[in-house]
């Protein structure tokens, strides 16, 4: 069995927290050089692509899309990730829940 020690809140900063903020902001906060996203951006324009969204195509719910990257790319609750690329367009008055997702829609078009 491991036994437990004690740390002061200097060594638990030095040994877990500063390594976690560097990975947060060197690997998901700041974008790449080569292209301008950031990984989750990145993540949803593969998911666009893998389901065949084209500028030839029509307009797509952005909750499919969200859908599709849910499943098969993170591994993490519907909330957060509707945070994330809802935005403000999910918001309701007086901090209650809102009773069900705005219907965005979403096209790719060719640059």
Known sequence: MKEIGIKTIEEVM???M???SEYVILDRALPRVEDG???VQRRI????HDMGLTPDKPYRKSAGIVGECLGK?????VRRR?????????????????RHR???????VKL
């Open 102 to 108: 705005k219907g965005n829609g979403i096209v790719v």
């Open 37 to 39: 996203l950031k990984p």
């Open 18 to 20: 500063i390594p976690y």
């Open 14 to 16: 030095h040994e877990s």
């Open 82 to 98: 509707y945070e994330i690329y809802g935005g403000a367009s999910y918001a309701s008055c007086y901090g209650s829940t809102p």
């Open 45 to 48: 324009l593969y998911a666009m």
């Open 73 to 77: 790319y993170h591994p993490h609750g």
